[in-house]
């Protein structure tokens, strides 16, 4: 059954989105699923990869090629990924980490 794009656009409540990127190597689509928050008119989600010393793989796949799509719901959009400033980060930080343990262990200037 076709739902539209809105079946599983949650994980543990919180509002996920569909990111398709190129693989840094590869040069292949990929896909992730990621918590995001939005902010104004930008979807927010952390590199965080659950904790863990190094950056998650989409994250260095979109530093080096940041040209993405996105799927939120039944929409779909293109999309150009930027890494917060320390400034933008500031300002987010704590309403992007509210409720995530593995994230809120990690200091905010060590987390992309």
Not at 44 to 72: F, T
Not at 81 to 93: C, F, N, P, Q, R
Request: glycine content about 14%; overall charge positive.
């Amino acid at each position: 059954m076709e739902a539209g794009g809105t079946k599983g656009t949650t994980v543990n409540g919180a509002p996920c989105l569909l990111l398709d990127y190129r693989g840094r190597r590869s040069g292949h689509w990929r896909r992730t699923v990621l918590i995001y928050r939005r902010d104004g008119g930008s979807f927010l989600v952390v590199a965080s990869n659950g904790g863990a010393d190094s950056d998650p793989q989409w994250y260095r796949s979109i530093a080096e090629n940041p040209d993405v799509r996105v799927r939120v719901g039944p929409d779909r959009f293109a999309a150009r990924a930027h890494t917060l400033s320390g400034d933008e980060k500031a300002d987010v930080w704590p309403g992007l980490v509210g409720g995530v343990r593995a994230v809120r262990r990690v200091p905010a200037e060590d987390v992309p």
